[in-house]
């Protein structure tokens, strides 16, 4: 317990690859689950336990929170990537290639029930990452829009009552990346981080 209240308070720092994996895999999962999980309770209100007995609903609400984990994680890789980018190239290109590489080594990890491998999303997010790496670094509420649409489509909620509701689930995840840019900031130290993914 005391381990715990001092992590919350002086929180460890991130300084290796495999320390910077687990921040971008656990952010990514926070991101994710208080995302989708939050929208369903607020939208079914009193009724949300008992729709968790329900294996439609339950069923659907986890494939929803796993697909919404791969985009988090890619948001979360993307705004490392520009946080981190070093100045000129080749040292530009080599942290690059080490951070893309993160993506399939941390969704496979597991693959959840309704889904036979995460290849689609690991060829979709290399594309998003190289234009991402391109580009100008974009601000950290930017880059969860696609991430927002998808949970938007995905959410186990009636269409006629989330129909609304693009803009509020982008509004939250918007925030928790804010908050998730802001423990980067805190915690990493960049120059031992960039000099470990570029040699």
Known sequence: ???????????????????LKAFAAGEAS???????????RVKTMLDYEKLLTEPAF??????CRWEAYAGTLGD??????????PGAE???????????????????????SHRQDWADS???????FALARASEPAAPEQVVTE??????????????????????????????MLAAHSSMMKRFRR?????????
Request: proline residues 6%; charged residues 25%; glycine residues 4%.
């Open 147 to 176: 991430t927002a649409k998808l949970i938007h489509e995905l959410v186990p909620i009636a269409d006629r009552l989330k129909r609304n509701d693009r803009e509020v689930i982008n509004g939250d995840l918007r925030l928790h």
């Open 1 to 19: 317990m005391l381990r715990r209240t001092l992590e919350f308070f002086f929180p460890p720092s991130v300084s290796t690859p495999e320390e």
């Open 58 to 63: 339950r069923d659907a609400q986890e494939s």
């Open 90 to 112: 080749p040292a530009r290109q080599r942290l690059a290639d080490s951070l893309v590489a993160f993506y399939p080594a941390i969704l496979g990890e597991h693959v959840p």
């Open 191 to 199: 120059d031992a981080l960039v000099a470990a993914l570029t040699t």
């Open 30 to 40: 926070y991101l994710a689950q208080k995302t989708v999980i939050g929208y369903c």
């Open 122 to 128: 690991i060829a979709a997010f290399e594309r998003r």
């Open 76 to 85: 979360m890789l993307i705004m490392i990537e520009g946080w981190l980018r």
